[in-house]
């Protein structure tokens, strides 16, 4: 496969998902509000939809390389101040107990969405003029691991332990690729895990939905109603579905229909179909994503390709398995078809980027060993 077939699977899947979002935007949001507020729902999805599309063509045209040479410090700093603002009183808005948004009267946004694109351009760039020390303990691990950590704890704080966790992964996933050591990733996984455990067994909320999902069944009237209900609707829509617009747990039984589980909706409107189809998208565009980073000899674009298939890939499935009953609840939405601005508009900005880094790249790797093997090889005698 090549680049560009590339860059047209994921742009395929992209649109594709989109399409799909936006008629599931207007199928549950006839059961969640009026039909004024569902048009305004439509509306805005659409809306969001466009100025993503339109900023990630901008940003396609836009070489790469200017934000490993310029604004990636900047960006970074940014990224941090905003999450800091979101515990500021009349500048952070709370929703549910999480201090994850920005209200600023004109606009409502969330601060970790964009900070997975900053966060991945971080590693990329540390990565990139630290190469030859990725594979030590200091150098290639405990520094870039801090500027990751910054922003991620402020996530982490702000109870968004969902994004965090997914931002998390795709780190590690970067640092893999970058040549940082198997122990040292895995010691830091178990730390991490550690730490969501300590912040889960601190909070009764959190370990209330904890035992809520190791028995969804006899919470069904409490914590885990959310789950609960997914599962009977996921199981309502068997092979092929009930039909567009037939939901019935959408009128105000599932909480969330048009965000955090507009794919239990799926499942019950489209069936096992339906599932498998958003499923194979993801898949789709995940490995296409993987080639196309495979391909590409400059280290930056090659490690952000792979941060940016990640800050998609990894809240995608993450989501699937909150609404199958897999993992307990964590409130992350699902990549381009779940209602919401930020995300959406982040999500299609990622893809311009790596629309960017296909076109941009200056030359195009010929080996599709992985990195650890080729410098073996290289530096074989």
């Excluded at 045209?61 to 999450?83: A, G, N």
Aim: aromatic residues 12%.
């Amino acid at each position: 496969m090549s680049t560009r077939l590339s860059i047209i699977c994921i742009w395929f899947c992209c649109i594709a998902l989109l399409i799909i979002g936006i008629v599931m935007v207007a199928s549950t949001g006839t059961g969640a509000s009026g039909s004024s507020e569902a048009s305004d729902a439509i509306f805005k999805q659409g809306l969001f939809a466009c100025i993503g599309i339109g900023g990630a063509i901008a940003l396609s045209h836009l070489d790469y390389h200017w934000y490993r040479d310029r604004v990636w410090p900047y960006l970074w700093i940014l990224c941090v101040i905003l999450l800091i603002l979101c515990f500021v009183p009349w500048i952070g808005k709370e929703v549910n107990g999480e201090y994850r948004w920005l209200d600023l009267k004109v606009v409502t946004f969330q601060p970790s969405e964009a900070a997975k694109c900053i966060l991945m351009m971080t590693l990329a760039h540390w990565y990139t003029t630290h190469r030859e020390v990725a594979g030590r303990f200091w150098q290639g691990f405990v520094w870039p691991g801090i500027r990751f950590a910054i922003p991620l704890l402020l996530i982490l704080v702000e109870k968004d332990m969902g994004t965090a966790a997914a931002l998390a992964v795709s780190g590690f996933c970067v640092m893999f690729v970058a040549g940082t050591r198997y122990w040292i990733l895995l010691l830091a996984l178990i730390i991490g895990a550690l730490v969501l455990y300590y912040m889960a067994t601190g909070s009764a909320n959190r370990m209330e939905r904890i035992y809520a999902w190791q028995n969804t069944e006899a919470h069904q009237h409490g914590a885990g109603r959310q789950q609960w209900i997914a599962y009977v609707s996921l199981t309502m829509g068997g092979v092929d579905g009930t039909g567009l617009g037939n939901s019935i747990h959408k009128y105000g039984s599932l909480p969330f229909a048009h965000t955090d589980f507009v794919f239990a909706v799926v499942g019950e409107e489209w069936g096992f179909i339906g599932t498998a189809g958003v499923l194979f998208l993801f898949t789709l565009m995940t490995l296409a994503g993987i080639v196309l980073a495979l391909q590409i000899r400059d280290t930056f674009g090659r490690l952000l390709a792979v941060g940016l298939v990640c800050t998609i890939f990894w809240p995608a499935v993450l989501n699937m398995m909150v609404v199958t009953a897999i993992l307990p609840n964590t409130g992350l939405p699902l990549p381009f078809i779940s209602y919401g601005g930020t995300n959406l508009v982040c999500s299609i900005l990622a893809v311009g980027i790596l629309t960017s880094i296909q076109r941009k790249t200056p030359t195009i790797r010929k080996s599709f060993l992985p990195l650890r093997r080729r410098h073996e090889q290289n530096n074989k005698p």
